[in-house]
């Protein structure tokens, strides 16, 4: 899904393209080589058909991510390796709630 009318006329040398649309020449690209991937669309939005697809073959086959990545053990993981890294350090923390 598109929500955009601006367009990538033609893929940077040493890409390859992966997708198109009628409106959109290169609507993915991947430079396999140098480990590059793109899209000129929203995989996550539900409009895309086969989005949630791209999405895990993207996390589990190029990037190899393991999925088993738990909320509890990023923010226990997060604060130990915070803490050792700012000692009695001081820091300023801007944090945003919502959906940016």
Same mark, same amino acid.
């Given at each position: 899904? &598109?929500?955009?009318?601006?367009?990538?006329?033609?893929?940077?040398? /040493?890409?390859?393209?992966? /997708?198109?649309?009628?409106?959109? @020449?290169? +609507?993915? &690209?991947?430079?396999? #080589?140098?480990?590059?991937?793109?899209?000129?669309?929203? @995989? !996550?939005?539900?409009?895309?058909? !086969?989005? #949630?697809? &791209?999405?895990?073959?993207?996390?589990?086959?190029?990037?190899?991510? +393991?999925? %088993?990545? #738990? &909320?509890?053990?990023?923010? %226990?993981?997060?604060?130990?390796?915070?803490?050792?890294?700012?000692?009695?350090?001081?820091?300023?923390? +801007?944090?945003? /709630?919502?959906?940016?």
């Amino acid at each position: 899904w &598109m929500s955009h009318t601006d367009y990538i006329a033609e893929a940077p040398e /040493g890409f390859k393209v992966t /997708g198109t649309t009628k409106n959109c @020449p290169v +609507a993915a &690209m991947e430079n396999k #080589k140098r480990k590059l991937y793109a899209v000129q669309f929203h @995989p !996550e939005v539900m409009h895309t058909q !086969e989005g #949630k697809k &791209m999405l895990h073959n993207f996390l589990f086959d190029v990037c190899n991510c +393991a999925g %088993d990545w #738990k &909320m509890d053990s990023f923010v %226990d993981n997060t604060i130990k390796s915070l803490r050792t890294k700012i000692g009695s350090g001081k820091v300023l923390c +801007a944090l945003s /709630g919502g959906v940016d």
